[in-house]
């Protein structure tokens, strides 16, 4: 016998919940248009810095800084709107 505070459980699945929500903002990210998607996947993706996406895309880092605030804008946007729509169909 051992307490029961002295054991750790740990649930390495993904709940279906968390799943469906990766799922949700891959599609949201791929419908992006090029010029934002680049950018922020890779930030997101890959870490990189603005400096560094301006020089791998060849773009100024001032074009590259708007495309990544209007491509996150667009995602938040859509996720605002995925979740109102959830509301309506579950509430």
Do not use: C
């Amino acid at each position: 016998l051992v307490d029961i505070d002295d054991v750790s459980v740990i649930d390495d699945q993904l709940t279906n919940e968390v799943v469906i929500e990766h799922k949700e903002l891959r599609e949201i990210m791929a419908s992006l248009s090029d010029e934002y998607r680049e950018p922020l996947m890779l930030q997101i993706m890959f870490g990189y810095s603005g400096d560094e996406i301006a020089k791998q895309l060849e773009l100024n880092k001032n074009t590259v800084m708007t495309r990544l605030f209007r491509a996150r804008n667009q995602v938040k946007e859509a996720l605002e709107k995925s979740n109102l729509d959830m509301g309506r169909k579950n509430g």
